[in-house]
């Protein structure tokens, strides 16, 4: 597709502390630097469901993997009505913090079937163009997240959940996947995703 008359969808992944984050923000600034409308969002989204999502996560008290996983679909929904969908039909870059491969790795996680739920999301919500998994070893990407000392998410920051998270990310073959490794200096890991993007939809980072 031509990303630049018809919008493209980037899309990052990993596990808690893979830095995400930060290389969204590094990412959208050589996007909007090269002159493309960039649209920067994340999951999970700012609606009712996702402030349950969150909620829940700084709790420490987790619902069911079924409950877990229908808050995620209810979010995901009006995210992509409000948010992505308009933007990509406006011709921007959608660069999204999470998207539907994080319930499939995280709810995945809890026991719930992982094909399953990538081929209901698949079938229903708008596929990436490009999506850059930020592989990590999960004990180093807990420290990250400690040392930042951001909000705790002991739902979702549990060590032995996290190794199972990593364990589904890596066994996911999808051609809009790219293994990134995210253990190296911040400025190697930038470098290579935009190597990446430039490869892979032909556009100027």
Same mark, same amino acid.
């Given at each position: ?38 649209? +920067?969002? /994340? ?100 420290? /990250? ?32 996947? +790219? ?20 490869? /892979?939809?032909?556009? +100027?980072?």
């Amino acid at each position: 597709m031509n990303a630049r008359t018809r919008g493209a969808f980037i899309v990052f992944e990993g596990v808690d502390g893979s830095g995400k984050s930060t290389q969204v923000a590094r990412l959208v600034a050589r996007l909007e630097a090269g002159g493309l409308a960039v649209v +920067v969002t /994340r999951e999970p989204h700012d609606c009712p469901a996702g402030r349950r999502i969150r909620e829940m996560a700084r709790s420490g008290e987790p619902v069911t993997a079924e409950q877990e996983l229908a808050w995620f679909w209810e979010q995901r929904r009006e995210h992509v009505r409000d948010v992505i969908a308009p933007a990509l039909a406006a011709g921007r870059v959608v660069v999204c913090d999470r998207y539907y491969l994080s319930s499939v790795a995280y709810q995945g996680s809890r026991g719930l079937d992982p094909e399953k739920i990538l081929r209901e999301s698949e079938a229903e919500f708008p596929r990436p163009d490009l999506v850059l998994w930020l592989d990590v070893d999960v004990g180093a990407g807990l420290s /990250r997240t400690q040392a930042r000392g951001d909000p705790a998410e002991p739902v979702f920051e549990d060590r032995s959940r996290l190794e199972a998270v990593a364990d589904i990310y890596r066994s996911l073959s999808l051609g809009e996947l +790219v293994r990134i490794d995210a253990a190296g200096d911040e400025d190697e890991v930038a470098a290579a995703i935009g190597q990446c993007v430039s490869e /892979r939809l032909g556009l +100027v980072v």
